[in-house]
């Protein structure tokens, strides 16, 4: 009579979208971890059950097979059907863990878990000024989804379990790309394909460095590199940047201990200046000297206005030292999270066998569709096209600037990527200005950001603001600099 009781009293909802079956489940299944219906309790006939609950025989038959095959059931034709005596009493009758008594994770875990929590990350869709972030509806959808197609239709070996180095004809034809656009001195053995260069970061991030190792990084920089490092246990040493790119000499003198040095030279994040020739030569000759690594961050040098896109610190690296990262995500589009990493031939092989312990390898099908489209020209004719577009819209917000806001801003180096500094005249604080304008529809990214909180005085940089322009219509631009102009002037 007691288990009648309980088995009536079954929490059952008709309009929820689960199966009753998959309900019926995870009621019995919870009463009996929760000692309700205590272990060598017999349940009602099958065809009481369904008298009980006003459910059919097989809501119940299904509901008990996956009790049975989940060790929950006990049963017998001719017998009956029991709750299994194999749940112990004492687990059963338990009571909720309560989340304070949770054990807390390791201290590398604790790392990883915070590394990233300075980290903005977007959401919504995109408004007025959204940084980082390509303009996705000029991306030639259709094309892409007949490559997918015609590879899904034509499956082969390939769609096993696959080089943890990436799909071959991708890294043979990115091989070439690089060699030719970005002065990258490279095999395809080389080259390692990755979920986006965020994986890049952080593989590089604990394979070269031992926790405690001191590692150089940009200050203001990418938030994002920072996590990576900090993640795998690394000191992070912020290194101020100013016109001519990292202060190499800087960070010799106050960190020369230093295992690693992350940089953006070709398009500093977010300051927007390129590196000077005498600061490439002093790095890569401290690094050599020191035996220390170089990770080379190029993550939108496609997007250069004013002449051909630079060339890497990669390309003039002679000791070995610099691993040179790329990503795809603002070529193309963030969500196909695809990146890559130029390793050292003597590298090479320990960076496949991080990659196959992280993920195994990245998904076949997107780069199977990627090398489809470079060998069919659609990356080429994309990048000029994209390239014109993000131009316009550079152009908008500059001339947008100079009319609206000339008297409360100045921008900063603007000949490349998709966002561009723009530094207050007067005295505003930039987490008001941001948090003011968020309520007002426009997004703002404080230069701050991107400052380390541990940075000193030599890192300072003068207030303001990141502006993205790639994804914002022209209209929506305008609107934009109109509402940061009230802003500005308090209105």
Known sequence: MHTTRIIAALPLDRALATPLFRQLYAAMKAAILDGTLAPGAQLPPTRAFCDLLSVSRQTVLNAYALLVAEGYLDGAVGKGTFVSLAVPASVALAPPTQPGLLRPLSKRGQGVVTAMAQVAFHRGAARAFRVGMPRIDHFPFDVWNRLEARRWRRPDHRFGYGDP??????????????QASRGVRCTPQQIVITSGSQQALFLLSTILLAPGDAAWMESPGYRGASG??????AQVFPVPVDGEGLDVAYGAAHCPQAKLAYVTPSHQLPLGVSMSLPRRLALLDWAARNRAWVVEDDYDSEYRYAGAPLASLQGLDRAGCVVYAGTLSKVLFPGLRLGYMVAPPALAEALVQAKAVVDRHTAIVPQMAL????????????????????????DVLLRGLARELDDQLYCGPADSGLELCAYFRGQHDEESVARAGLERGIELRPLGHYADPGAGAACATPAGLLLGFAAIPA???????RVLGQLLRGR
């Open 475 to 481: 209209d929506d631009i305008d609107m934009g600099l």
């Open 228 to 233: 990576a490092l900090r993640a795998s246990g």
């Open 165 to 178: 180095a990436g799909f071959l004809p991708l890294r043979e034809l990115l091989c070439v790309y690089l």
């Open 371 to 394: 090398a489809d489209f470079i060998a069919e020209g659609h990356f080429g004719r994309h990048i000029r096209r994209t390239r014109d577009c993000n131009a316009e819209r550079r």
